[in-house]
């Protein structure tokens, strides 16, 4: 036997059995992100008023959900009868998290749960496995009057933000965090693209969020038609979905490069 079989031996020994716990976390930087129908008035004004940034179409959004009509531009039509708030109007996508280039940070915490937010753990820093990533754009060209049944017009509205999203916990028993079975899915809209799911070993993970806490940094808006059929949509991805797309085959092939 080598010495290298000998250490082998000897660390499966002394994990034979022990208990680890896992925080994982995004990067630091990320944000809210809501897309919602809207009037094709509101849109139609302000796709033809792109060139001049996005500063006054936040503003306006702002003035409207507070209903201080001071900071709004006074042409613009009304978002919709009922809106009340961005974040509020989001029946096509509402997604808070990390952004998805950041990687992740895994930090070992006590294993009996004493401990979870501990920062004495080693830490360690990954980039993880892309499962996939859902498509929510939208097009800044008014659709034909023969389109339009497949296209709704949307506000995209996203707060750029700086903090704690949340984590994602794994208990392993005999075994150490192995960095290639962690997985993530994200979602790519015009103004970011955010975490959206965790697995690791294929098991998908429950997001916490009892310490989450951040800063905004900014908000980014901007208006469009979404084409409904390729609006790359989250009840798509099921268990079933990701097998039999031979996602996992992908994953298995990287974890073996």
């Given amino acids: 036997m080598t010495d290298i079989d000998n250490d082998i031996e000897k660390m499966t020994e002394k994990l034979k059995g022990t208990k680890r716990r896992y925080r994982i976390e995004g990067s630091r930087y990320g944000g809210e992100q809501s897309i919602g129908t809207v009037s094709s008035q509101f849109v139609d004004y302000w796709l033809a008023k792109e060139n001049e940034g996005d500063s006054d179409l936040v503003e306006t959004v702002i003035a409207f959900e507070w209903e201080d009509a001071s900071d709004a531009d006074p042409n613009s039509p009304v978002p919709s009868d009922t809106f009340s708030g961005w974040y509020e109007n989001d029946n096509k996508e509402h997604i808070n998290g990390p952004y998805a280039d950041g990687g992740f940070v895994v930090t070992e915490v006590p294993a009996n749960g004493s401990d979870d937010y501990s920062w004495d753990g080693p830490r360690e820093e990954i980039s993880a496995y892309q499962l996939y990533s859902r498509e929510a754009y939208v097009s800044n060209q008014v659709p034909t009057d023969t389109e339009l049944a497949d296209y709704v017009p949307v506000l995209c509205f996203h707060s750029g933000e700086k903090g704690s999203f949340g984590c994602w916990f794994i208990d392993l028993v005999g075994e150490e965090f192995d960095p290639k079975k ?76």
């Fill in 182 to 257: 962690l997985a993530f899915s994200s979602v790519e809209t015009d103004l970011a693209e955010i975490v959206e799911n965790v697995w690791y070993d294929k098991q998908q993970l429950e997001q916490e969020y009892d310490y989450a806490d951040t800063t905004g940094k900014g908000y980014y808006a901007c208006v469009g038609y979404m084409n409904t059929k390729w609006h790359d949509q989250s009840d798509t991805y099921t268990e079933e979905f990701l097998e039999e797309g031979g996602y996992w085959e992908c994953y298995d092939e990287d974890y073996d490069a």
